[in-house]
């Protein structure tokens, strides 16, 4: 089946630093893949639609100039979380979709901000 | 936004027991689909049903979907402790962007 990868699978980091997190789907091209956030015990929450070749578009309520993502190729998208803050340490999982009703996700980031 | 409701929160059964969860969600969908998820972890797809359908089978995996009530069911047969997990209805209103439930907590005790 599909594969969607994201590096790194955990990250820690100290106040203001800002974080990248890649998406990769390996065995299929995504024009198209999404991002989502969830806190714990809580459900996914879409923050944005990143379109290959153009800018992302971002849900109400996300910041975009805090959330930076870049959708570089047709297998690759990247988050990046600028100055980082301890409230935004979340679990970030992303999706790809190949062109048709399913879509396959990552198996997620954990980013802890200290 | 968030757009479907799960219940119950929680369900815990023991091992060959059958789990049955609902799902019910606000507005017009192209399709609804449920997703296991294991501490964690990532998404794991296990089933798409179209707003066309009403009942749908995969394996030990029951959906039927009731587009007149906007609500689905998830139905688990002789449930495995491997079952274990949260499961989460998603709904998809035509453009892939997934709007997802709460969630509802299975444990499945040996």
């Known amino acids: 089946g599909a594969v969607v990868s994201q590096h790194p699978s955990r990250v820690i980091c100290k106040s203001g630093t800002s974080v990248k997190i890649e998406c990769r789907s390996l065995?299929?091209?995504?024009?198209?893949m999404f991002w989502y956030r969830q806190f714990p015990k809580q459900s996914l929450m879409l923050m944005a639609t990143?379109?290959?070749?153009?800018?992302?578009?971002?849900e109400q309520g996300v910041e975009k100039d805090k959330f930076l993502i870049n959708h570089a190729s047709l297998t690759l998208s990247t988050l990046t979380v600028a100055s980082a803050h301890p409230e935004d340490s979340s679990f970030y999982i992303c999706?790809?979709?190949?062109?048709?009703?399913?879509?396959?996700f990552g198996p997620g980031t954990r980013l802890t901000v200290l | 936004s968030q757009q479907g409701e799960e219940d119950p929160q929680a369900l815990s059964i023991q091992e060959g027991e059958n789990a049955t969860m609902n799902c019910s969600y606000k507005?017009?969908?192209?399709?609804l689909q449920w997703y296991r998820q294991n501490s964690g972890r990532g998404l794991v797809h296990l089933i798409l049903i179209r707003s066309n359908e009403r009942e749908k089978h995969s394996g030990r995996l029951r959906v039927t979907l009731d587009t007149s009530k906007k609500s689905s069911s998830l139905l688990i047969t002789a449930s495995r402790a491997a079952d274990t997990a949260s499961y989460f209805c998603a709904t998809d209103a035509n453009d892939y962007k997934l709007s997802f439930g709460a969630g509802t907590t299975v444990t499945v005790r040996a």
């Open positions: 065995d299929f091209q995504a024009t198209t």
């Open positions: 990143s379109n290959e070749g153009s800018k992302a578009t971002y």
């Open positions: 999706s790809a979709v190949p062109g048709y009703d399913t879509q396959y």
């Open positions: 507005t017009s969908i192209n399709n």
